[in-house]
């Protein structure tokens, strides 16, 4: 047996924490995706329809402007609910899009290029391997979404007064907690297809296949059995039912809300489940 | 639970039906440890193991007293080198490093540090600025060599460390593992190379069919294979003389003589007795230049324990 000379030392000097750490790869993830002119042009375009509702807020506040308008039509330019709806419905869109467009990089080249052992090689476990690539998604989905919907929500009360706020101010929780949870859905979907398809092309048309698709099957259901709860197969407008409680607007005809979160529960735990499955250091091939 | 040994204890893994590695025990020193074993054999398995990229169905395995489960510490004191070429395509060398370092926590400066310092152990600074996709084989090899070493880790895993090396890049890279085991570290590599593995291993793990069919230094393991005669070569200038000699003790079983008459190969099932018989021939006036086990390296080992294809 060899006699050594323990002459080795530990490092012991400052380190930065766990959560700076781990935003080390979303800061590389988003270093690289803004090089992507495609994910530049859908960003930019996925501000357009923010600015435009800013506009409104802005006009509807100006009652000089109004005054020429038909009572109906003033009525119909009430900044409330069914206005953040709108709004959330379609950033909701654009949000779907980005996610196809961004996702499929985040793991599929990964798993590709059989660097998950790299990163597994580190102080790093599989949770925090995921939300690290889930914080690159939030980030990003956070710029078109709540960010904006918040923005617009401050400013409508602003310029309406306390009042406004005071009787409103569910609005604004709404359109943080009820894109918070689009938000998490639309990102573990994006990251369970890049997790599941190599391709990462593959992948971003999965995304937007789980979404669009679902909505035709949806709809399908519903009017082939006549029913309603056909929309549940629809993640999409689970969550539109669940903003219209979240907003204090009438509920659309189909499922209630607790069936809606039910299902959204079950498919954010079965997206999970992919990941888990999915995410291994070393692939076994049996 | 020593915490200055790896400790596999009772572990198995099996992947569905397929074995990985079958109740093996090993208590491994510091120093230079090679695994050997033909292709499949579960080399790579334990490597995974130790490293906690994949957890053992039972039994349960220590690194210098840290968990496998237990990344957080575990990797801050151990490096890895896979086999697989996985850098990222955008990276160049020193981004490589560099990008793993930072998920070490260290500072942008300690990082910048380590990482060109890395790079200056594995003769890769001049290419430290292109792209990790451009390099040679061997030149990424050394690439994953660097970032394995760049956090200084205490315990280094390296699979097939030495492949696609030229050999002046391989004669620097075994001075850097004699370094760290100089050092009191863990250097555990598997290699298909014997005579590489026969030249700076301390010790050597034999593993066949996902079992351990050998462990230790080389003259130990050696000494355990009792149902194999020991083979030394004699070095004489009367070698037919001293071949009559030795033909005369009961433990010599073989002898052969080379060409040149100037030495002999002589195969004993007693090592001892046979030193003792040597010594009576040289008392008697014999001259014997030289003797050397002609079996004492990993390759006979590998032939003896393993035998059939090499890995």
Known sequence: MAVYRLGYQRYQGPLTTHWQRLLVLPRYAWRRLFQQRLVLILLVASLIWPLLCGGYIYVSHRLDLLGSLPGNLKDAVEIGGKFFLVFMDVQAVFSVLLAALAGPGLIAPDLANNALPLYFSRPLTRFDYVAARMATLVGLLSLITWIPGVVLFWMQAGMAGWSWFAVNWYLGAGIFFGFALWILVVSLVALACSAYVKWRIVAGGLVLGFFFILTGVAQMVNAVLRVGWGSLLNPARSHYILWSAMLGVDLPPGPGVWPCVIVLTVTALALALVLERKLRAVEVIS | ?311
Not at chain 2, 58 to 83: C, F, K, N, W
Not at chain 2, 112 to 121: C, G, N, Q, T
Not at chain 2, 231 to 255: G, K, M, P, Y
Not at chain 2, 267 to 284: G, K, W
Request: with cysteine; net charge negative.
């Open chain 2, 1 to 311: 639970m020593s915490t200055n040994e790896i400790i596999f204890e009772d572990v198995s893994k099996f992947y569905g039906e397929v074995l990985g590695v079958n109740k093996v025990t090993l208590h491994i020193p510091p120093g230079i440890t090679s695994l050997v074993g033909p292709n499949g054999s579960g080399k790579t398995t334990l490597m995974n193991l130790m490293t906690g990229l994949i957890l053992p169905d039972r039994g349960s395995i220590s690194v210098l007293g840290l968990s496998p489960r237990d990344p957080e510490h575990l990797m801050r004191i151990t490096g890895y080198a896979t086999q697989f070429d996985s850098a990222p395509r955008w990276a160049t060398g020193l981004e490589f490093v560099s990008t793993g370092l930072t998920l070490y926590g260290y500072s942008a400066a300690e990082v910048r540090e380590r990482a060109w310092r890395a790079l200056e152990l594995v003769g890769l600074t001049d290419a430290a600025d292109r792209k990790v996709a451009a390099y040679s084989k061997g030149m990424r090899q050394r690439a994953r060599l660097a970032q394995a070493i760049a956090h200084d880790p205490q315990v280094l895993v390296l699979d097939e460390p030495l492949n696609g090396l030229d050999p002046l890049v391989r004669a620097d890279t075994i001075a850097l593992f004699r370094h760290y085991a100089a050092q009191g570290r863990h250097v555990l590599l598997s290699s298909h190379v014997l005579q590489e593995v026969d030249l700076i291993s301390d010790q050597v793990i034999l593993i066949a069919n996902g079992m351990i069919v050998a462990e230790g230094e080389i003259r130990d393991v050696r000494d355990e294979i009792s149902d194999r005669p020991s083979q030394f070569i004699l070095r004489c200038r009367d070698a037919s003389r001293i071949a009559s000699l030795l033909f005369n003790e009961d433990h010599v079983t073989e002898i052969r003589m080379n060409d040149d008459h100037l030495g002999l190969l002589v195969m004993t099932r007693n090592r001892e007795e046979f030193s003792r018989a040597l010594t009576r021939i040289a008392v008697a006036g014999y001259v014997i230049d030289g003797v050397i086990p002609a079996d004492e390296n990993v390759d006979a080992l590998y032939e003896y324990l393993i035998g059939g294809g090499r890995a």
